[in-house]
């Protein structure tokens, strides 16, 4: 048996839906963009909501809006995808890495703390692969040092933090839409704030700061002249796009639910397994379960390599785990203390995890693990 590792899910009706828009004549941005981010507020429980090209972009963006500009620095982890440090060497800031909880994999509010310097503006927590930052010490050490807090919730769409859902928590969260998360507009993000005049600012910005939008110009009655009163950017989402993340938000509850329930049936089958660690959840946090992550524990008589090695070869795709920055040749010669990233980058691997996992392909995928662990038990 072959397993795909990932694949987003469709109903069968988005062709439909996307071709609608091509009919309307709104291929760029128009009024399905305008209604997703409502919706996509709505949901999250946040005041507005400002689509863009993809999570990067809105990583950028939001960074820039709390004017994170050259000379500063950006607390990360380097446990990320290495679009968490490209976002802020974009505005020409500096990402500093701090290490991570062992058991979350999240970034370490104390590490943070530590990692605080004079030219500091902003820290950003990852939700990473879909579970909560510890959010509480993060707007703490933010109050207490006057910086920023923009959320990298690329993974966490539909996630939870003590009852409210990630996106409404605060004044910046961003999300991926790319076909490896929860639900997909092929490329996209999305950016979630509590503050409204930020949100008008941020859809001026992602136009070339034009203030005035396609939407009103071709709305007018009369003779109208947009004006571009500062410098912004080009990172607008398609109304073809947005038409399938509506499509996408309506299956989202179900799709939540089957990667639940996949996930607790990989942890039920994994409980125990020598030289297996699963996946930790706090109990104050709901996690979207983007990702399925295993530990091979130090001590094993072969590696997390080794492991996805053999798995491979009985049709198990897997990827390592998150990667670490501070690993790639992109950003050499980092010095800080990341012990927990290191060990973390080095023993996890992910197994097949989407919501049209088969229950006959994922026993499969139990089987060989099983297989190969009781092996290096023995």
Same mark, same amino acid.
């Given at each position: 048996?072959?397993?795909?590792?990932?694949?987003?899910?469709?109903?069968?009706?988005?062709?439909?839906?996307?071709?609608?828009?091509? +009919?309307?004549?709104?291929?760029?941005?128009?009024?399905?963009?305008?209604?997703?981010?409502?919706?996509?507020?709505?949901?999250?429980? +946040?005041?507005?909501?400002?689509?863009?090209?993809?999570?990067?972009?809105?990583?950028?963006?939001?960074?820039?809006?709390?004017?994170?500009?050259?000379?500063?620095?950006?607390?990360?982890?380097?446990?990320?995808?290495?679009?968490?440090?490209?976002?802020?060497?974009?505005?020409?800031?500096?990402?500093?890495?701090?290490?991570?909880?062992?058991?979350?994999?999240?970034? @370490?509010?104390? +590490?943070?703390?530590?990692?605080?310097?004079?030219?500091?503006?902003?820290?950003?927590?990852?939700?990473?692969?879909?579970?909560?930052?510890?959010?509480?010490?993060?707007?703490?050490?933010?109050?207490?040092?006057?910086?920023?807090?923009?959320?990298?919730?690329?993974?966490?769409?539909?996630?939870?933090?003590?009852?409210?859902?990630?996106?409404?928590?605060?004044?910046?969260?961003?999300?991926?839409?790319?076909?490896?998360?929860?639900?997909?507009?092929?490329?996209?993000?999305?950016?979630?704030?509590?503050?409204? +005049?930020?949100?008008?600012?941020?859809?001026?910005?992602?136009?070339?700061?034009?203030?005035?939008?396609?939407?009103?110009?071709?709305?007018?009655?009369?003779?109208?002249?947009?004006?571009?009163?500062?410098?912004?950017?080009?990172?607008?989402?398609?109304?073809?796009?947005?038409?399938?993340?509506?499509?996408?938000? @309506?299956?989202?509850?179900?799709?939540?639910?089957?990667?639940?329930?996949?996930?607790?049936?990989?942890?039920?089958?994994?409980?125990?397994?020598?030289?297996?660690?699963?996946?930790?959840?706090?109990?104050?946090?709901?996690?979207?379960?983007?990702?399925?992550?295993?530990?091979?524990?130090?001590?094993?008589?072969?590696?997390?390599?080794?492991?996805?090695?053999?798995?491979?070869?009985?049709?198990?795709?897997?990827?390592?785990?998150?990667?670490?920055?501070?690993?790639?040749?992109?950003?050499?010669?980092?010095?800080?203390?990341?012990?927990?990233?290191?060990?973390?980058?080095?023993?996890?691997?992910?197994?097949?995890?989407?919501?049209?996992?088969?229950?006959?392909?994922? @026993?499969?995928?139990?089987?060989?693990?099983?297989?190969?662990?009781?092996?290096?038990?023995?």
């Amino acid at each position: 048996m072959q397993v795909p590792f990932a694949k987003p899910t469709f109903s069968g009706h988005e062709g439909e839906v996307v071709a609608a828009v091509i +009919a309307s004549g709104w291929v760029s941005q128009g009024p399905k963009v305008a209604e997703f981010e409502q919706r996509f507020a709505d949901l999250v429980g +946040a005041e507005a909501a400002v689509a863009v090209s993809n999570c990067t972009t809105a990583l950028a963006l939001a960074l820039y809006a709390e004017g994170v500009g050259p000379g500063d620095e950006v607390i990360v982890p380097s446990l990320s995808f290495i679009a968490t440090a490209n976002a802020v060497w974009t505005l020409g800031a500096t990402p500093v890495f701090a290490d991570i909880d062992p058991m979350t994999y999240n970034l @370490d509010a104390e +590490a943070t703390r530590r990692a605080i310097t004079p030219q500091t503006k902003a820290i950003m927590p990852v939700h990473q692969v879909g579970l909560p930052a510890d959010m509480d010490a993060f707007f703490a050490l933010a109050d207490e040092h006057g910086l920023a807090i923009v959320e990298d919730a690329a993974c966490a769409i539909g996630a939870s933090y003590k009852g409210a859902r990630i996106g409404g928590l605060g004044p910046s969260a961003c999300f991926s839409l790319h076909p490896r998360k929860v639900i997909t507009t092929g490329e996209g993000g999305m950016i979630t704030t509590q503050d409204a +005049a930020k949100a008008d600012r941020m859809r001026k910005l992602r136009q070339h700061a034009m203030d005035l939008s396609d939407l009103a110009r071709h709305s007018a009655t009369g003779v109208v002249f947009e004006g571009y009163p500062e410098r912004g950017f080009n990172y607008r989402m398609t109304d073809m796009q947005a038409a399938l993340g509506l499509c996408q938000l @309506d299956a989202l509850p179900g799709i939540l639910a089957e990667r639940t329930r996949l996930a607790e049936r990989y942890n039920d089958a994994f409980a125990g397994v020598p030289y297996l660690e699963t996946p930790y959840t706090p109990e104050h946090t709901e996690r979207t379960w983007q990702s399925y992550a295993i530990r091979v524990r130090p001590g094993a008589p072969v590696g997390r390599t080794e492991l996805m090695e053999l798995l491979l070869a009985e049709g198990v795709p897997t990827r390592r785990g998150v990667m670490a920055i501070h690993h790639e040749g992109a950003y050499p010669g980092v010095t800080a203390d990341l012990a927990h990233t290191d060990a973390a980058a080095a023993d996890v691997l992910m197994l097949p995890l989407f919501a049209d996992l088969t229950d006959e392909q994922q @026993d499969h995928v139990i089987d060989r693990v099983l297989a190969h662990t009781a092996a290096l038990a023995a």
